[in-house]
């Protein structure tokens, strides 16, 4: 006997697969929190993106929320404890820029130096702004050549060509 | 403007970027350049790893030139460049001082019994307290530190013939020279 199916089944089997997945993505990702207590989820909220915002010096793509490196878990527990004797977010990340300096943002701060990260591409789109702008105008305001008597000529004897040529060819129908 | 060379303007932009991104290619990301060049070394204290009893402190960093090696027994690079330590060793112009660096002391002191030890003094810093007051984020790293105790120069990975000859033995002798 074939047993019936819920038309919902393939569906539901879905879903439940996504949300398992989820779940444990989500204890997965949480490794790092859970060694850490907290006052207030508002606190742990912090933490969190706090360290989200740091960026691991060992392995240079991944935050410090985000990596499993030794250094990463030193850094965050300087974070946790600096956070924990009442430090201000401010201060925590000087504290960590005077010593491994603006690469530990994956933010670059806007200064002097970091002038032509930031303005650089604005620059580029305006220089080739003027660039199209100026092509676009000088074509507008090349004034149009005067027809001669001759190139009247040149045109009816093309047009009379095709027209002859035209007229000649064996019908297709 | 000449008409005859304007095609040559995308071909000149297409040269620069193709230099640019050459030199870009050829730096190695992982050196990470120390905002603590030009500033005086952090205070800290630690305890020495060949004589547990006594303490490493920053004020032993100064009056006179020192180089600061970062290193560990886990840390390959680190044997790489022990060789070289040996030699500088022998050099009076500088004391080399060790930052045993996240590492076990009974590890540290055998590579220290098995490959000698190029260290004038060693601070045990097992748990990065001192690291992260001298951004360290590796082993090998070495500082150099001035008669002032101002970090002048941050050597990342192992120091070899190359890097001795071509960046810290001028720098060294600069230093000297200022006194």
């Known amino acids: 006997m074939i047993r019936p199916t819920h038309p919902l089944l393939p569906t539901a089997l879905l879903l439940a697969s996504l949300l398992s997945g989820l779940l444990f993505g989500g204890v ?11 006052d207030s ?9 706090l360290i989200g915002k740091l960026r691991c010096l060992v392995c240079q793509n991944e935050s410090l929320a985000g990596s499993q490196a030794e250094l990463a878990q030193d850094l965050r527990n300087e974070v946790y404890e600096m956070m924990r004797a009442g430090q201000s977010e401010d201060e925590i990340l000087d504290f960590l820029v005077a010593r491994y300096g603006d690469f530990v ?22 220089i080739g702004a003027v660039v199209v702008i100026r092509t676009l105008l000088s074509k507008k305001t090349t004034p149009d050549q005067p027809v001669t008597d001759a190139d009247r000529a040149r045109i009816d004897e093309l047009l009379n060509a095709d027209q002859t040529a035209d007229r000649d060819r064996p019908s297709d129908s | 403007m000449a008409k005859s060379w304007r095609f040559l303007i995308p071909l ?7 230099i640019l991104l050459v030199i870009g290619l050829g730096k190695d990301p992982r050196k990470v350049p120390s905002p603590l060049i030009g500033k005086p070394i952090p205070e800290f204290s630690l305890p020495e790893l060949t004589d547990i009893g006594r303490t490493l402190v920053d004020d032993d960093l100064r009056g006179q030139i020192s180089l600061v090696n970062v290193w560990a027994s886990w840390c390959s690079s680190c044997r790489q ?9 022998e050099n009076p112009d500088f004391q ?3 930052l045993n660096w996240k590492d076990d002391a009974q590890d540290a002191l055998s590579v220290l019994r098995m490959t000698g030890n190029p260290y004038d003094r060693i601070g045990y810093d097992p ?12 082993a090998p790293e070495t500082f150099v530190v001035d008669q002032q105790g101002i970090i002048r120069y ?4 192992p120091v070899d013939r190359k890097v001795w000859e071509e960046t810290l033995q001028p720098l060294i002798a600069q230093l000297k020279a200022e006194g």
Request: hydrophobic share 45%.
């Open chain 1, 28 to 38: 997965a990702a949480a490794y790092t929190l859970e060694e850490f207590e907290f």
């Open chain 1, 41 to 49: 989820p508002a606190q742990q909220e912090q933490f969190r993106d």
């Open chain 1, 105 to 126: 943002l994956y933010d670059p701060p806007l200064k002097p130096s970091t002038y032509l990260l930031w303005f650089g591409p604005f620059v580029l789109i305006g």
């Open chain 2, 12 to 18: 000149i932009i297409f040269g620069a970027l193709v």
């Open chain 2, 81 to 89: 460049e022990h060789q070289a330590l040996m030699v500088l060793s």
């Open chain 2, 96 to 98: 080399i001082v060790g």
């Open chain 2, 127 to 138: 748990d990065n307290d001192v690291g992260i007051e001298w951004g360290v984020y590796g």
């Open chain 2, 154 to 157: 941050k050597h990342i990975g």
